[in-house]
């Protein structure tokens, strides 16, 4: 098998590899703005009040929880897609 050959065998994992990665990423942002919405609203005086270190560690959670989750919904989805 020459070079040419096995590129044209590994071209459509590499493409199902980063349409996974983009749809996570896709995910991560959905959630973040979805969280920080939420937020906004439900603690809108409480968050004028926050320290910086309380802003930080607000989006540390934030992004930490919506990374795992986004990664674990994205297995969920191609592991048992029929």
Request: proline share 1%.
């Amino acid at each position: 098998m020459d070079a040419e050959e096995l590129k044209d065998r590994l071209e459509p994992l590499y493409e199902a590899a980063m349409q996974e990665q983009r749809d996570i990423k896709d995910c991560i942002e959905h959630l973040t703005r979805s969280a920080k919405d939420f937020i906004a609203q439900r603690y809108s005086e409480e968050i004028h009040n926050l320290s910086a270190e309380g802003y930080r560690k607000l989006n540390d959670v934030i992004y930490r929880h919506t990374d795992r989750l986004s990664t674990e919904i994205s297995n969920i989805i191609y592991r048992y897609e029929e």
